[in-house]
């Protein structure tokens, strides 16, 4: 077996290579391999100075995650650190690639950092739940001062090499060998008879005051929005002020608090399930030669819309050749329109050079026939949601394409098995359900039929991988995953309860606070409340809702009253503003409607709100597990916190019914059922297992992939 630390003597220096792929975490073996050769370098008088570095492409991505919930044995990192500033010979960090979270801590314990220019470095904890608790909070400060620590932190985000010298977190930047460079900067030391500079021996340079710490949690407001590890971290942060010794040890006592909170529990759980979601029989396992899927180089879109034009920039993002397909000119024109401001604001916003933007652009071509697509490696269809027209166009595709290519459409809410019986070759057909912006969306729902190859499948996944995007598989059936359980569940008690007596401003809101991104009617107007009517038309040429059903919507459609494109739609829109303003004749509107349907409107509280819309939502959640569309509980939270806006610091609807606990949440769900009538009617999944004590995440122990 292979050694996670390898050691070598180079002269003078004692050279110590972590070697533990893929990103080289700080794991058990490891912290044994660095105390055994810091041991033996000890022991050998030659050795006059010691470096450590990698064996990888990474310095070290962080602690090994997956020790945090067992014991870790020793030493700990801590020791490690320890025995690294007490060494009587200087101790030296090459960083290369990414020292995150427990490799910055592990580095910050040297006495010296080289770092190459191209390196990133961070303390991502904050993403988990967690504090830095190996250090992180007592060592950073002394090196780059508390208030530049506590922004640091609180961001998650890497910072460069060269922010990372000017700030004093590391003592050289280089270009080119870094392990050269590093072995010379040792050399160096050592014929100048430098010795070790123990971190732990400095003293914070500031300290931090209220409106320091004002400032940053403003600046970090939005990421942090609903999120309580902020108040530890500033609380850690404030015992670096304390001798070493002491703060250390709060630092230890708030780590282990941060690792048993809900909040971290929650965050690593959608953590794990992201990591997780792509491992299904007959996808992720085909790595044999005999199904080996082709190379994907070059991609074709089919539709010049929105969400045409913005699958084209996803790909050009990953390097992707893209041809956009469209019969109309004029949509070709708006399309080039929207791949230009896209990268515009892009460049405006510093996420890309103006070169780059050039290079994506150039990758994005536009044709007018589906004949010059036929060389496409892919092709994805992305024309309007209407079953005939889809059909159409996947079996002209069907006819144009080699029989190994895979087809995908990127509907959201018809029938995938539908839709690939027009083509003579249904197991290259899938989903590729891509969300608004679908270059900027996390999400991708991979919707699988019964006919779908484990070839397409697999191609599928590399797709997803290429784009960056976290994938979870569905299977057929309305709405797949996310849809269903927002127009039978979330949005559908939202317009209830509009009926009943709330005013869409009062469910919002309720439901903003309560963590959601952004509440369900200003996400109607966002993304055009006739998106929802026209799905919903298709849904009842094969299936039916009792009324009322989305009645306030369909009206708003047929009044034109679109949502942000329009000006108007559940609220108004003045003057091109994103900002929603009430509007007494959608509150009119929203009377009449109850009226006619005999609903008695009262005032409700946004407790009840929450928690019809909640209960809803995990409900239809648990009867998309019950009939197999999704595999996993830990799947349907992947895709509320990836692709609808739900809480990650509440790990997802599944993962927080779990926390309230089953038996309560079918009390709630009975209640509404008694009140509201049968399309509550509590999932039998839920009801198996609250009547056993079980929970979601334990299904998922024991129920297998389908």
């Given at each position: 077996m292979a050694r996670a630390v390898t050691f070598d003597e180079r002269g003078p220096v004692g050279l110590m290579g972590i070697d533990n792929p893929p990103v080289n975490a700080i794991s058990h073996s490891v912290r044994c391999g660095l105390h055994d050769a810091m041991a033996q370098a000890a022991k050998n008088p030659r050795i006059k100075a010691l470096l450590i570095t990698s064996d990888g492409k990474q310095f070290s991505a962080g602690a090994d995650i997956t020790e945090f919930d067992r014991p870790q044995g020793e030493p700990s990192l801590q020791q490690v650190q320890t025995a690294i500033e007490f060494s009587s010979i200087p101790i030296v960090a090459a960083i290369g690639g990414l020292a995150l979270g427990g490799g910055l801590e592990l580095a910050m314990a040297c006495h010296y950092r080289v770092a190459h220019k191209d390196a990133k470095l961070g303390m991502p904890e904050i993403t988990l739940g967690i504090i830095p608790g190996a250090g992180g909070t007592q060592r950073l400060p002394r090196l780059i001062g508390a208030g530049a620590a506590l922004n640091m932190i609180l961001s998650g985000t890497p910072i460069s090499a060269l922010e990372a010298k000017d700030k004093g977190l590391v003592d050289d930047v280089v270009e080119g060998d870094l392990r050269h460079a590093a072995l010379s900067f040792c050399e160096r030391l050592v014929q100048e008879g430098r010795?070790?500079?123990?971190?732990?021996?400095?003293?914070?340079?500031?300290?931090?005051?209220?409106?320091?710490?004002?400032?940053?949690?403003?600046?970090?407001?939005?990421?942090?929005?609903?999120?309580?590890?902020?108040?530890?971290?500033?609380e850690a942060i404030k015992a670096s002020r304390l001798p070493f010794a002491q703060g250390i040890a709060i630092e230890a006592s708030i780590a282990q608090k941060s690792l048993a909170s809900r909040e971290s529990l929650a965050l690593r759980h959608v953590f794990f399930a992201e990591r997780e979601s792509g491992k299904l029989s007959g996808a992720s396992t085909i790595h044999n030669k005999r199904t080996q899927t082709p190379a994907i180089q070059r991609v074709a879109v089919i539709g010049a819309g929105t969400m045409g034009s913005g699958i084209a920039v996803a790909f050009a993002d990953a390097a992707l050749d893209v041809m956009i397909n469209d019969n109309d000119p004029a949509s070709l024109t708006r399309s080039r329109e929207v791949v230009s401001s896209t990268y515009a604001s892009s460049v405006r916003r510093g996420r890309i050079a103006q070169s780059v933007a050039d290079e994506r652009i150039r990758r994005i071509r536009h044709a007018h026939t589906l004949a010059e697509v036929a060389d496409a490696d892919l092709v994805i269809e992305a024309v309007f949601e209407d079953v005939e027209t889809k059909k159409d166009v996947l079996t002209r595709l069907d006819s144009a394409l080699p029989a190994e290519r895979v087809i995908a459409t990127n509907t959201s809410t018809l029938s995938v098995t539908e839709l690939a019986r027009a083509t003579a070759h249904p197991e290259r057909v899938l989903g590729l359900h891509f969300f608004v912006p679908a270059h900027a969306s996390r999400l991708l729902e991979i919707v699988r039929t019964e006919h779908t190859s484990p070839e397409s499948l697999a191609t599928a996944f590399r797709i997803a991988k290429l784009l960056k995007k976290v994938a979870v598989v569905s299977r057929d059936a309305f709405g797949f995953i996310g849809n269903r359980m927002m127009l039978d569940g979330y949005f559908r008690e939202a317009e209830q309860l509009l009926l009943e007596g709330a005013t869409p401003a009062q469910v919002d809101t309720a439901l903003e606070n309560f963590g959601f991104a952004m509440g369900p009617q200003r996400v109607s107007d966002l993304g055009g409340n006739d998106v929802g009517t026209k799905a919903r038309a298709q849904l009842f040429k094969r299936d039916s809702r009792p009324d009322p059903y989305f009645v306030i919507a369909d009206r708003l459609t047929e009044m034109g009253r679109l949502g942000q494109k329009t000006g108007r739609g559940f609220y108004t829109y003045e003057n091109g503003s994103r900002e929603a303003v009430s509007d007494p004749e959608v509150h009119n509107l929203i009377e009449k409607l109850a009226s006619d349907r005999g609903i008695r409107r009262r005032e409700i509280n946004d407790e009840e709100i929450i928690e019809r819309c909640i209960l809803s939502l995990v409900n239809v959640g648990a009867m998309v597990l019950e009939e197999g569309t999704a595999a996993r509980a830990a799947d349907v939270d992947v895709v509320w916190t990836s692709g609808y806006g739900f809480p990650r610091h509440l790990g997802g609807p599944m993962f927080y019914a779990d926390t309230l606990g089953l038996s309560h949440v079918l009390e709630g769900i009975r209640h509404y059922h008694e009140k509201l009538g049968h399309y509550w009617r509590p999932a039998r999944l839920i009801e198996r297992l609250a009547s056993s004590g079980s929970s979601f995440e334990a299904w998922d122990r024991t129920s297998a992939s389908p």
């Amino acid at each position: 077996m292979a050694r996670a630390v390898t050691f070598d003597e180079r002269g003078p220096v004692g050279l110590m290579g972590i070697d533990n792929p893929p990103v080289n975490a700080i794991s058990h073996s490891v912290r044994c391999g660095l105390h055994d050769a810091m041991a033996q370098a000890a022991k050998n008088p030659r050795i006059k100075a010691l470096l450590i570095t990698s064996d990888g492409k990474q310095f070290s991505a962080g602690a090994d995650i997956t020790e945090f919930d067992r014991p870790q044995g020793e030493p700990s990192l801590q020791q490690v650190q320890t025995a690294i500033e007490f060494s009587s010979i200087p101790i030296v960090a090459a960083i290369g690639g990414l020292a995150l979270g427990g490799g910055l801590e592990l580095a910050m314990a040297c006495h010296y950092r080289v770092a190459h220019k191209d390196a990133k470095l961070g303390m991502p904890e904050i993403t988990l739940g967690i504090i830095p608790g190996a250090g992180g909070t007592q060592r950073l400060p002394r090196l780059i001062g508390a208030g530049a620590a506590l922004n640091m932190i609180l961001s998650g985000t890497p910072i460069s090499a060269l922010e990372a010298k000017d700030k004093g977190l590391v003592d050289d930047v280089v270009e080119g060998d870094l392990r050269h460079a590093a072995l010379s900067f040792c050399e160096r030391l050592v014929q100048e008879g430098r010795g070790p500079r123990p971190t732990c021996n400095r003293s914070v340079s500031d300290s931090l005051d209220e409106a320091e710490i004002a400032s940053a949690l403003l600046a970090h407001a939005r990421a942090l929005k609903g999120r309580s590890t902020q108040q530890l971290v500033i609380e850690a942060i404030k015992a670096s002020r304390l001798p070493f010794a002491q703060g250390i040890a709060i630092e230890a006592s708030i780590a282990q608090k941060s690792l048993a909170s809900r909040e971290s529990l929650a965050l690593r759980h959608v953590f794990f399930a992201e990591r997780e979601s792509g491992k299904l029989s007959g996808a992720s396992t085909i790595h044999n030669k005999r199904t080996q899927t082709p190379a994907i180089q070059r991609v074709a879109v089919i539709g010049a819309g929105t969400m045409g034009s913005g699958i084209a920039v996803a790909f050009a993002d990953a390097a992707l050749d893209v041809m956009i397909n469209d019969n109309d000119p004029a949509s070709l024109t708006r399309s080039r329109e929207v791949v230009s401001s896209t990268y515009a604001s892009s460049v405006r916003r510093g996420r890309i050079a103006q070169s780059v933007a050039d290079e994506r652009i150039r990758r994005i071509r536009h044709a007018h026939t589906l004949a010059e697509v036929a060389d496409a490696d892919l092709v994805i269809e992305a024309v309007f949601e209407d079953v005939e027209t889809k059909k159409d166009v996947l079996t002209r595709l069907d006819s144009a394409l080699p029989a190994e290519r895979v087809i995908a459409t990127n509907t959201s809410t018809l029938s995938v098995t539908e839709l690939a019986r027009a083509t003579a070759h249904p197991e290259r057909v899938l989903g590729l359900h891509f969300f608004v912006p679908a270059h900027a969306s996390r999400l991708l729902e991979i919707v699988r039929t019964e006919h779908t190859s484990p070839e397409s499948l697999a191609t599928a996944f590399r797709i997803a991988k290429l784009l960056k995007k976290v994938a979870v598989v569905s299977r057929d059936a309305f709405g797949f995953i996310g849809n269903r359980m927002m127009l039978d569940g979330y949005f559908r008690e939202a317009e209830q309860l509009l009926l009943e007596g709330a005013t869409p401003a009062q469910v919002d809101t309720a439901l903003e606070n309560f963590g959601f991104a952004m509440g369900p009617q200003r996400v109607s107007d966002l993304g055009g409340n006739d998106v929802g009517t026209k799905a919903r038309a298709q849904l009842f040429k094969r299936d039916s809702r009792p009324d009322p059903y989305f009645v306030i919507a369909d009206r708003l459609t047929e009044m034109g009253r679109l949502g942000q494109k329009t000006g108007r739609g559940f609220y108004t829109y003045e003057n091109g503003s994103r900002e929603a303003v009430s509007d007494p004749e959608v509150h009119n509107l929203i009377e009449k409607l109850a009226s006619d349907r005999g609903i008695r409107r009262r005032e409700i509280n946004d407790e009840e709100i929450i928690e019809r819309c909640i209960l809803s939502l995990v409900n239809v959640g648990a009867m998309v597990l019950e009939e197999g569309t999704a595999a996993r509980a830990a799947d349907v939270d992947v895709v509320w916190t990836s692709g609808y806006g739900f809480p990650r610091h509440l790990g997802g609807p599944m993962f927080y019914a779990d926390t309230l606990g089953l038996s309560h949440v079918l009390e709630g769900i009975r209640h509404y059922h008694e009140k509201l009538g049968h399309y509550w009617r509590p999932a039998r999944l839920i009801e198996r297992l609250a009547s056993s004590g079980s929970s979601f995440e334990a299904w998922d122990r024991t129920s297998a992939s389908p």
